[in-house]
């Protein structure tokens, strides 16, 4: 049914069980900007992913969900599980916002944790920003919410004035007898706050002091921004690694960070810090450890073409694919896709040893697509600009590419011709690749219809959402703009969606 919003006709899909999650999943098959492989709600508002959790023998997906329309209003979370991180079985709605309770307003991020055997959750409630906890005893399908919410009523007393009530998104985890849950802040005329508290039971807190603060230490640059939200600590070894993201003063929502160091007597010492993903389109990741030891981070991929055609599509709001997160001895980050993608694997083209310049171009089009996975290792010489053409046109007028200047050590996803629509976002993004012993470059590219990821030596990963208006819009080609570039190998891949079984 619909329901007049200005002069836009508000596509509404009610979804009360998975029966009717299938049918709204049917009816919005058709999309020509809806992706095929990544993760989705059956229809409607979706965005952080929450409370990830590996339990007896699959993965668990919970996530911000406005079942009702596709605007971020009264959110629940939404809840899915697969035994093998591609395919997903929508299940109940975990948390819903009542009436009378300290979640009335909506259900917030958090986190998902095992409490000796019994799935726990804690996550923010809005207006005003409390932390709830809930917990399950049917294996996460029925929730039950602890009859003296909050657990923590807000921020301690003397930061209160600072942060605006800007309190959410705890992160919980347990060392020796104690857990600790970390929550995101702000502090007016600083920036950002990660704020550490501790309890024996989860259910009465201490809180302990700022983890930490923005604006303090001189290496942390002016780009992360003055709210910080949704943060995740990660251990390797004896390093760990803080992720969260970031908002600058507009509450525009800006991009993942992640700061390095080490944790000592409930203090964290700062090392290095990055960007974790660049193209403004990737946000608020959340990160679990499965049975295998690995950090997976899966992240909101954000829509770039206005509330206006969203709510008239009726869903917004995308998955990332799961990431494989790990720690190099730099300092930084190693991010790679999941290798249980390639299960989603058909027609494949295989090239190699292909010299490639200005005079001589090699033609894609027989894999031309939609859905398609790319890896290509290549060996530039000291001056080039290389890629590809993506969603590309007969004529030219719509397509996107990625371009890597081997000089500059940029890569980058230019969209200014990706849509000859003039109401989505056609932004330019790009990453510098760290400096490496090896003069080769690797880039695995994943096109899902919007969706652009693409990992570049297993080290940067870029996020962006394109828009084509043609049908025709499915060609690739690869794109040399200057100089030279040997081509070592190159795999094309078209790819199965996660929906057919």
């Known amino acids: 049914m619909g329901m007049a919003l200005g002069k836009l006709e508000l596509r509404i899909h009610h979804v009360n069980d998975t029966t009717n999650e299938w049918l709204s999943r049917k009816e919005l098959m058709n999309d020509p900007h809806r992706p095929r492989y990544h993760f989705l709600p059956p ?113 301690p007393a003397e930061l209160l004035a600072g942060t605006g009530g800007n309190f959410r998104d705890p992160f919980v985890w347990k060392e020796g007898d104690c857990w600790y849950l970390l929550i995101g802040s702000k502090r007016e005329g600083m920036g950002g706050l990660i704020l550490l508290y501790r309890s024996s039971d989860l259910t009465t807190w201490e809180y302990l002091h700022p983890l930490l603060v923005g604006g303090v230490y001189p290496f942390l640059p002016e780009w992360m921004g003055v709210m910080w939200e949704c943060p995740n600590l990660l251990t390797f070894g004896d390093q760990r690694v803080l992720i969260f993201s970031v908002q600058n003063a507009e509450e525009v929502l800006l991009y993942p960070v992640y700061v390095t160091g080490t944790f000592e007597n409930e203090q964290f010492l700062p090392n290095t810090q990055g960007i974790v993903a660049s193209g403004g389109s990737f946000y608020a990741p959340q990160v679990l ?43 930084q980050l190693s991010l790679e896709p999941a290798p249980e993608l390639a299960v989603l694997r058909e027609r494949h083209w295989h090239y190699e040893e292909l010299m490639v310049d200005e005079a001589h171009h090699f033609s894609l089009d027989e894999s031309r697509g939609d859905c398609l996975e790319i890896l290509t290792e290549c060996e530039p010489d000291s001056d080039s600009e290389f890629g590809f053409t993506l969603r590309c046109s007969p004529d030219g007028q719509e397509q996107t590419c990625l371009v890597y200047q081997s000089e500059l050590r940029l890569f980058s996803i230019e969209c200014e011709q990706s849509s000859v629509n003039p109401e989505v976002d056609r932004r330019h993004s790009s990453v510098v690749v760290p400096t490496g012993a090896e003069k080769r470059v690797t880039f695995h590219i994943f096109l899902d219809h919007s969706v652009i990821e693409v990992f570049v030596n297993d080290q940067c990963y870029l996020a962006s959402r394109i828009y084509p208006e043609r049908f025709d819009s499915l060609g690739l080609n690869l794109l040399i703009r200057k100089g030279s570039v040997l081509v070592k190998s190159l795999d094309i891949w078209h790819l199965a969606s996660i929906w057919n079984r």
């Not at 819903?96 to 009335?104: E, F, L, Q, S």
């Not at 095992?114 to 399908?141: E, M, R």
């Open 43 to 155: 229809a409607n508002w979706m965005n952080d992913p929450n409370g990830l959790l590996y339990w007896k023998g699959q993965y668990h997906l919970f996530y911000q969900y406005n079942p009702y329309a596709p605007i971020p209003q009264r959110l629940h979370w939404g809840h899915a599980v697969s035994a093998d991180l591609v395919h997903w079985t929508d299940l109940p709605v975990a948390l819903t916002p009542i009436p009378g309770r300290a979640d009335a307003s909506g259900c917030w991020s958090g986190s998902a944790i095992d409490h000796d055997g019994i799935p726990t959750l804690l996550y923010s409630a809005a207006h005003p920003q409390v932390v709830c906890l809930a917990t399950s005893n049917d294996d996460l399908l029925t929730w039950h919410y602890y009859p003296r919410n909050p657990v923590i009523s807000g921020p």
């Open 289 to 331: 450890r499965d049975n295998q030891g690995r950090y997976i981070m899966w992240g909101w991929l954000m829509e770039d073409r206005g509330n206006t055609l969203s709510q008239a599509a009726g869903w917004s709001g995308v998955m990332s694919l799961p990431i494989i997160v790990g720690f190099l001895p730099g300092g």
